[in-house]
């Protein structure tokens, strides 16, 4: 029996179609830049927000202490990478580039808020949300998207096939 390989893809995509992809994609990898120039790759659970348009820019928001390599990183250098994957492994992924702010005390709690509504609705008390926010000294991770490639696929490039 013949074994019929999965062909690699890379589909371009403009504004819609990634908007479309990126619904309710939780499961990233962001890379930073450590001060030694070497890059610094943390898998975060995130959320996209924002139409795309010039008023209401596409940004990824993502939860994070003051603490963490990542939030560092980006107080340092704004300019990022952050690959969405599929659920499955082995489904499509996209590469979005991205230059962050790092949203702390109630700005940042604020993001927060922001965050928790796109990725699971309201909660049942926004007051204790926001004291456990500031309690935990959050931050978010609001990353606007400058740029991004296309919608992928792993497998055999198409001329081996």
Known sequence: MRVVPNIATTDHADLESL?????????LVLVTTRSNGLPQISPVTGVAVGGGGEDDPLRVLVSSYPSRAKTKNLVRDGSCAVLVLSDDFDGPWVTLYATASVRDGEDGVEALVEYYRAAAGEHDDWDEYRQAMRDRSKVCLDLAVTDWGPIATGGVPPEFA
């Not at 908007?19 to 499961?27: N, Q, T, V, Y």
Request: charged share 45%.
């Open 19 to 27: 908007r479309a992809f990126l619904e309710g994609k939780r499961h």
